[in-house]
C-alpha cells in the first residue's frame, strides 16, 4: 500500500516513482482525455456517469480504447485498493491515444491507447465555505465538451485566481457566462436554478447534472440557459460545482460581493448533495 498510487497500463506503484514511455502522445499533444472522481470507503462516486463521459470523449476524439467498462472499473479499483486508508481518495485517469514517434497524423491500427491512473488522499472544503472568483474571457477552443487533457488556458487562469487569493476563474465569451476553469457554474434567481446548456462552449459536468436532478427532485425548477455576467453578478446566489468540491457556495467576484440572497434553497442543495455523495459511496 502507498499513500499516492500510480498506475500505467497493467503497471502500480508509488505514484513518484512510476515512469511512462516518452513516446506517450499525452505528452506531446495532450492528444487524450481524462476523469476525476472522488471515492469514500474505497468506492468510487458516479462511476457510471465518468464512464459514460470516458467513452463518449474517446468516441469524439477517434481513440479507439478497446477496453470495456467492467474491466477499466476492475483496473481503477485495484488502483484504490493499492491505496492507503483516507477518508476520502481522489481518483485520476486518462486514456492517450498511445505510444508512437511524434505525429501529427493518428498512429496505425497497430497502436493501443493507454490507461493511465492515480489516487491520492483527498479532503474536501465544508460546502459552507464560500468560493471567491476572478473573471476572464474565455479564451479555450471549441471542443471544451470533451474532456481532452488541454488544459493550458485552465491553467493560466487557475494560476491568476491563486494570484488573486481566489478559489476559481469563471469564464464568459464576451458577455456570456460559459463556466468555470476546472468547474461548472450556475445561479439561483427568483427560486430558479439556471446554468448554461451542453453544448461545445462547457464541459458537461456530472456534478451539474447531479445538481440539476436534486433541483428537481427538491421542487426547485431549472432552466439550462445561457446567462450573462450581470445576470451572474444579480444572482441570488451563485453555485460552483466539480467532482472534487462539489457544490460550494460564492461569495465574491472579482472582490465584488455576490450571492448570499437564497440560502435556504442553496442549504436544500447541498445537503442533498452531501447525502447523494454519503448514500451512493456506502458500502
Ligand atoms: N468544467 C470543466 C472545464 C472541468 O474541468 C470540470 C472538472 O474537471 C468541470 C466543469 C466539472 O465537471 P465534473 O462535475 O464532472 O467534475
Known sequence: MWKTVGYYNGEIGPLEE???????????????IYEATCAANRVPFAIEDHLDRMYNSLR????????DREQVKAELQKVIDAAEDSPIHFLYWQVSRGIGPRDHVFP??????????????????????????????DIRFKLCNIKTLNLIPSVLANQRA?????????FHRGSRVTECAHSNVSILKDGVLRTAPTDELILPGITRKHLLALAGENGIPTLEEPFSMVELM???EIIV???SALCMRVEAVDNIPVGGRDP??????????????RRETTK
Open 60 to 67: 469524439l476524439m477517434e481513440i479507439p480504447f478497446q477496453m
Open 108 to 137: 496505425g491500427p497497430g497502436v493501443e491507447p493507454t490507461l493511465m491512473a492515480y489516487v491520492k488522499p483527498h479532503s474536501m472544503k465544508p460546502l459552507d465555505k464560500p468560493f471567491r472568483l476572478i473573471s476572464m474571457e
Open 241 to 243: 460545482t466539480s467532482s
Open 18 to 32: 512510476m515512469k511512462i514511455p516518452m513516446n506517450d502522445r499525452a505528452l506531446y499533444f495532450g492528444d487524450g
Open 234 to 236: 444579480n444572482a441570488d
Open 162 to 170: 491563486a494570484e488573486a487569493g481566489c478559489d476559481e476563474a469563471v
Open 264 to 277: 435556504g434553497r442553496l442549504k436544500v442543495l447541498q445537503d442533498a448533495y452531501l447525502a447523494k455523495f
